[in-house]
């Protein structure tokens, strides 16, 4: 595994990997010296209980020092494939806005589109009025083949998947 930071999600539990490590560690120092006490006294029933309970412990720690690691790859796997995914829907997008011939403003306008936004959303987050908004939107389905939001959605997500 490469050096990174750690994601902050990861914190927590591995402080409490930490706690439980030196409270494994406790239990193995006590039941050392309690057996090394009661050695030559021939009782050491408590002790191997607390030899017990301290190698339970350890393989807690163990266990959940993999799942924490396994749970931070998979997240870093997510994340990369997540990455991939957005530059490949950007890439897609800026394909298709230059074969359509979009103007800057119809892309502007498609991508909001595309992210569910209606017209009123869209004239409010442009500062244009809605009645720009529907034009250019007609417009943008006319060179993309299409009649409606859900179609223009529906091209990018036919190609995705």
Do not use: H
């Given at each position: 595994?490469?050096?990174?930071?750690?994601?902050?999600?990861?914190?927590a539990?591995?402080a409490?990997?930490?706690?439980?490590?030196a409270?494994?560690?406790?239990?193995?120092?006590?039941?050392v010296?309690?057996?090394?006490?009661?050695?030559g006294?021939?009782?050491?029933?408590?002790?191997?209980?607390?030899?017990?309970?301290?190698?339970?412990l350890?393989?807690?720690?163990g266990?959940?020092?993999?799942?924490?690691?396994?749970?931070?790859?998979?997240?870093?796997?997510?994340?990369?494939?997540?990455g991939?995914?957005?530059?490949?829907?950007?890439?897609?997008?800026?394909?298709?806005?230059a074969?359509?011939?979009l103007?800057?403003?119809?892309a502007d306008?498609?991508?909001f589109?595309?992210k569910?936004?209606?017209?009123?959303?869209?004239a409010?987050?442009?500062?244009?009025?809605?009645g720009?908004?529907?034009?250019?939107?007609?417009?943008?389905?006319?060179?993309a083949?299409?009649?409606?939001?859900?179609?223009?959605?529906?091209?990018f997500?036919?190609?995705?998947?």
């Open positions: 595994m490469t050096s990174q930071a750690l994601p902050k999600e990861a914190v539990p591995l409490i990997v930490a706690i439980q490590l409270a494994a560690l406790y239990f193995v120092i006590d039941g010296a309690d057996w090394l006490e009661l050695a006294k021939g009782s050491l029933g408590e002790v191997l209980l607390e030899c017990l309970v301290a190698v339970a350890f393989l807690a720690v266990l959940g020092g993999y799942v924490l690691r396994k749970t931070l790859q998979r997240s870093a796997r997510q994340e990369q494939a997540l991939i995914a957005r530059g490949a829907l950007s890439d897609l997008l800026k394909a298709r806005f074969q359509w011939r103007t800057p403003s119809e306008i498609a991508t589109a595309l569910g936004c209606n017209i009123a959303e869209i409010r987050l442009r500062d244009a009025k809605e720009t908004v529907r034009s250019q939107l007609s417009q943008v389905y006319a060179k083949g299409v009649t409606s939001q859900a179609m223009l959605m529906a091209l997500l036919d190609e995705l998947v």
